[in-house]
């Protein structure tokens, strides 16, 4: 029993102490609550300078070619020879590959017999129209002067109507045959297979070969795949502006690119097209970006990052981001006054936020802010500056 006593006993002046040690602490000001008693805070301070500051964007987007189709076939057939490989260069008008081609030659032949058969048939209807026509000349003389028949008369007409007749059709099978036969040529000329792109895109620089389909023996139909072309000379970066930046984005803008493939490499383009609408889903726009690529370092799918620099203010107000800080649901900096060694937090209106900078709007000040060590702040607070060149 007296054991018990004595642990009650000890938790009572334990207890007393400790009330005594609390009170003693917080009737002196509270030396360990940030702002209050009389110790000074340790801080780093920065000088408020005017400077200019760039309103910029940072994104990131993917690369695309300026221009890709797909070389495929019009006609069926087997293929007989392909020329180029995943990466081969290829100019204007190059040959890509070629098709089996006799069955095509054989149809060129036998359009060429067909129309040639068809200039004889013309030569013959002539003859017999021009002997139909001086026949039926010659009723018409007869008639006149009363020897002739009117019989005979009408059959030297009906005879020449028909000569006249099966001539004209002679000549426009003349002109079906040579309308097959050309056909049949341009048949032909399918079965080899040209690189060619748009007209007003034509220019003295080549293209490449992106992506090969099939192989030497393949039984090929119209449209199927053989290879694409790309035109990597101008590349797209393609990325996606939220709606907070869109108003700022203007075509024409310049744009800095940066791909962890060239880690050392700055790359420049400009804003040549942007979307005039928003996606529901993610409330941004597309946003290209032409990039020259005459040495083709840059290739379709790289990861890229763009930064845009919207505007820039000169003579701007500016401090390290570091040192804003929010007292009673206000923002604002602590500036320090190096005589008295005191703060005085003063409310602020930011502009352009730009890295580790932030423009000051309003009010207009000078001297020194803290960067470090505000948290433990209040206005007035006694400071100490650890910064070694202050």
Do not use: C
């Amino acid at each position: 029993m007296k054991k018990y006593y004595g642990i009650i006993i000890l938790i009572i002046v334990v207890s007393l102490f400790g009330w005594q040690l609390y009170n003693r602490i917080f009737s002196s000001g509270g030396d360990f609550g940030p702002g209050r008693g009389s110790s000074a805070v340790a801080v780093e301070v920065s000088p408020v300078r005017i400077a200019a500051i760039n309103d910029e964007g940072s994104f990131t987007g993917s690369l695309l070619p300026r221009a890709q189709y797909t070389v495929v076939p019009k006609v069926t057939g087997r293929l007989e020879k392909i020329f180029v490989n995943i990466g081969d260069e290829v100019k204007y008008n190059q040959l890509i590959a070629l098709l089996e081609d006799e069955e095509y030659f054989q149809q060129v032949e036998r359009a060429q017999a067909e129309l040639e058969v068809a200039k004889a048939t013309v030569v013959e209807a002539s003859t017999s129209f021009e002997v139909a026509e001086r026949e039926f000349e010659r009723a018409k003389i007869l008639q006149d002067k009363k020897i002739g028949s009117e019989s005979e008369l009408d059959n030297a007409h009906a005879r020449y109507k028909a000569q006249e007749a099966n001539y004209k059709v002679s000549h426009a099978q003349v002109a079906q045959r040579e309308a097959s036969l050309k056909e049949a040529k341009v048949r032909l000329s399918y079965t080899k297979i040209h690189a060619t792109w748009e007209e007003e895109s034509k220019d003295n620089k080549n293209r490449v070969v992106g992506e090969r389909f099939v192989y030497e023996g393949a039984m090929l139909t119209p449209n199927t795949p053989i290879v694409t072309i790309l035109d990597i000379n101008t590349v797209i970066a393609v990325i996606y502006v939220i709606e907070r930046d869109y108003p700022k984005v203007k075509a024409g803008m310049e744009a800095i690119i940066e791909t962890d493939a060239f880690p050392s490499r700055v790359f420049k383009g400009k804003i040549t097209r942007i979307a005039p609408i928003l996606k529901e889903s993610s409330r941004e726009a597309r946003v290209e970006i032409e990039i020259p690529n005459g040495d083709h370092v840059l290739k379709p799918g790289m990861f890229v990052r763009v930064q845009i620099i919207f505007s820039t203010k000169d003579n701007a107000t500016v401090v390290p981001i570091s040192s804003l800080a929010n007292r009673e649901n206000k923002q604002g900096i602590f500036l320090a006054d190096t005589n008295e060694m005191k703060v005085r937090f003063v409310p602020v209106s930011v502009g352009i936020v730009n890295g580790e900078l932030v423009e000051i709007n309003d009010p207009s000040i000078s001297g020194l802010v803290v960067t470090l060590g505000q948290h433990l702040l209040e206005d007035g607070s006694s400071i100490s500056i650890s910064n070694e060149q202050f």
